[in-house]
T-cell receptor, first 111, second 118 residues
């Protein structure tokens, strides 16, 4: 079984809809991250969490919110999706000093 | 803020040959980590190699090695004996060791698309 899972893997939605992307991990890591990947721009950090009570904004948090329901679960929400939020979204986890382990990604299309 | 620059949007290499991907970064910190990630068409992000700035010795992982030049803030990836399965996007990334706001996040370059020619 994969250590970091994301659901759904692909999603098409309409402008104005609320969308939630979910991430679960079995690695036992405290730190979790949400990134967005756009063609030609690499990955950019949206939000990160160092534990259940610690949530921090990243480089591009506007239009997004997150919830850390448990150590193993970190969800990303788009309250009112817009077309320029069409992208590939990655969840990642890490130990305090280690490299980050990525989930398989969610491809989101907002029409 | 740290920045990571990959100046080669696309590169190609003949199968079995060697290719070097470039990465430069900007930071005022003296201790940090550098990574190369591979993203094949499956879109999974796979760690290829990591380098700790305080270690002068260049990291190697089988056919993958780096040339880490700390003073020049350069971190290139060399792939030897290239294989068809090496075809992917390659991302260079920086991570601070500073304990503070924003620490432990990865700052990525924009990526280099590597094609392998049979």
């Amino acid at each position: 079984d994969a250590d970091v899972t994301q659901t759904p893997r692909n999603r098409i939605t309409k402008t104005g809809k609320r969308i939630m992307l979910e991430c679960s991990q079995t690695k036992g890591h405290d730190r979790m991250y949400w990134y967005r990947q756009d063609p030609g721009l690499g990955l950019r950090l949206i939000y990160y969490s160092f534990d259940v009570k610690d949530i921090n904004k990243g480089e591009i948090s506007d239009g997004y919110s997150v919830s850390r329901q448990a150590q193993a679960k970190f969800s990303l929400s788009l309250e009112s999706a817009i077309p320029n939020q069409t992208a590939l979204y990655f969840c990642a986890t890490s130990e305090q000093s280690g490299e980050q382990f990525f989930g398989p990604g969610t491809r989101l299309t907002v029409l | 803020a740290q920045t990571v620059t990959q100046s080669q949007p696309e590169m190609s290499v003949q199968e079995a040959e060697t290719v070097t991907l470039s990465c430069t970064y900007d930071t005022s910190e003296s201790d940090y980590y550098l990574f190369w990630y591979k993203q094949p068409p499956s879109r999974q992000m796979i760690l290829v190699i990591r380098q700790e700035a305080y270690k002068q010795q260049n990291a190697t992982e089988n056919r993958f090695s780096v040339n880490f030049q700390k003073a020049a803030k350069s971190f290139s990836l060399k792939i030897s004996d290239s294989q068809l399965g090496d075809a992917a996007m390659y991302f260079c990334a920086y991570r601070s060791t500073f304990i503070g706001a924003g620490s432990y996040q990865l700052t990525f370059g924009k990526g280099t698309k590597l094609s392998v020619i049979p």
